[in-house]
C-alpha cells in the first residue's frame, strides 16, 4: 500500500448539527490505524478526552470486523464513519458495502471464556459493554452500524 493515504471523501464536520468527525476510507489495516487516530484527535479537540479510550477499543474492533468479514473474499471494500455529539451521547456510525451480517443483526454474545480461546473472539463482546446500544440495518447493499456510547 502506498504510503500515503489520500481520503475519498471528507465532510467538513457540522458542529451545529454535532458532526465532530466523518470520512469515507478504504477498509485495509492500515487505513484503520490512520482513521482511529484521527478520531482520537477530533474526541480530543471537542473535549471528549474521558471518552477516547472506550471509543478507541469499540470503534478499532467495529472497524476490523467490517474488513475481515464484511469484506472477506474482496480485494477492496470502503467504510464510511460519521460521529455525532448530541452532549447526551456520542453515536458512531458506521457504513459499508460489504457482506450482509448473519441473521441481519450483531452477533449476541457472552464473556468469552479466556482458556478457550486464542487471539480473537472478544470483538461483539467489547463492543457490547462498552457501548450503551448497538443497532444493525442493512438497507439495499449496504451495512449500517450506529454506536452509542451514554455521556
Not at 485495509?28 to 487516530?37: F, M, N, S, W, Y
Not at 472497524?63 to 448530541?86: P, Q
Request: hydrophobic share 40%.
Amino acid at each position: 500500500m502506498p504510503q500515503r493515504i489520500t481520503r475519498v471523501l471528507r465532510e467538513t464536520p457540522d458542529t451545529a448539527q454535532g458532526c465532530i468527525f466523518a470520512t469515507c476510507l478504504p477498509s485495509v489495516p492500515d487505513v484503520t490505524r490512520k482513521i482511529l487516530a484521527d478520531v482520537d484527535t477530533a474526541l480530543s479537540r471537542n473535549g471528549l478526552d474521558a471518552h477516547r479510550t472506550n471509543v478507541q477499543i469499540a470503534l478499532a474492533e467495529a472497524l476490523n470486523n467490517i474488513a475481515e468479514h464484511a469484506y472477506c473474499g474482496l480485494n477492496f471494500g470502503m467504510v464510511a464513519l460519521r460521529i455525532v455529539d448530541l452532549k447526551t451521547q456520542l453515536q458512531i456510525h458506521l457504513t459499508d458495502w460489504g457482506s450482509a451480517m448473519p441473521n441481519a443483526e450483531p452477533p449476541k454474545t457472552t464473556a468469552p471464556n479466556p482458556d478457550l480461546l486464542a487471539e480473537g473472539g472478544y470483538g461483539w463482546f467489547l463492543i457490547r459493554t462498552i457501548m450503551s446500544d448497538v443497532r444493525y440495518t442493512r438497507q439495499r447493499h449496504s451495512n449500517h452500524l450506529t454506536l452509542v456510547l451514554q455521556l
